[in-house]
């Protein structure tokens, strides 16, 4: 009698709570939060140095598998996007220097990497789930954000979103 209980709370609160963490933080096409970033090689970026670029945010951490199987794409995708316009930046949220940078000795990554003390954006996006991914376009609008893996032709389709075609999607 006790469990029936509980689920019929539970079950409740579990929807309650996801309904308000989807509607937590920026909307949709609403302008981007202000913001300022530092990469770990130095390079600054705000609302004012993306103008007229997309940008992909990406929140990862080093104990997110999620994370480290989406890497080599999302990478991958921001190479191949970085002449049209597009900045990567992979904030990692809430780990040391001293983490990451044993972890990207053994995962290199080829982006631009920030460290969440060296930007405002992890609290302005709500990351406690990982990854999640932040498109914001060449109007500084955001143009879509996708909590959780799905894979490189989601994460395509989000980038579309901001207003940027990537060599896969021209082939189809």
Same mark, same amino acid.
């Given at each position: 009698m006790a469990a029936r @209980?509980?689920?019929?709370v539970t079950i409740p609160c579990v929807w309650i709570l996801a309904s308000v963490c989807a509607l937590?933080?920026?909307? +949709?096409?609403?302008p981007a939060p202000r913001f300022n970033? @530092? %990469? %770990?090689t130095g390079e600054r970026f705000n609302n004012e140095t993306i103008k007229g670029k997309v940008v992909l945010l990406e929140f990862w951490t080093t104990w997110c598998g999620f994370c480290a199987d989406e890497a080599a794409f999302v990478d991958k995708i921001g190479h191949e996007l970085a002449n049209k316009g597009l900045i990567l930046l992979a @904030? +990692? /949220?809430g780990e040391s220097k001293k983490t990451v940078k044993k972890y990207l000795e053994q995962h290199p990554r080829n982006c631009k990497i920030v460290m969440m003390e060296d930007t405002n954006l992890a609290a302005m996006y709500?990351?406690? /789930? *990982?990854?999640? *991914? /932040?498109v914001i376009d060449r109007d500084g609008n955001i143009?879509? %954000?996708?909590r959780g893996a799905a894979g490189e032709e989601a994460l395509r389709s989000?980038?579309?979103r901001g207003g940027m075609e990537s060599a896969d999607d021209d082939a189809n």
């Open positions: @209980i509980s689920h019929r937590a933080g920026p909307k +949709d096409k609403e970033a @530092i %990469t %770990t @904030i +990692d /949220v709500q990351a406690n /789930v *990982y990854p999640i *991914y /932040v143009a879509g %954000t996708q989000l980038i579309a």
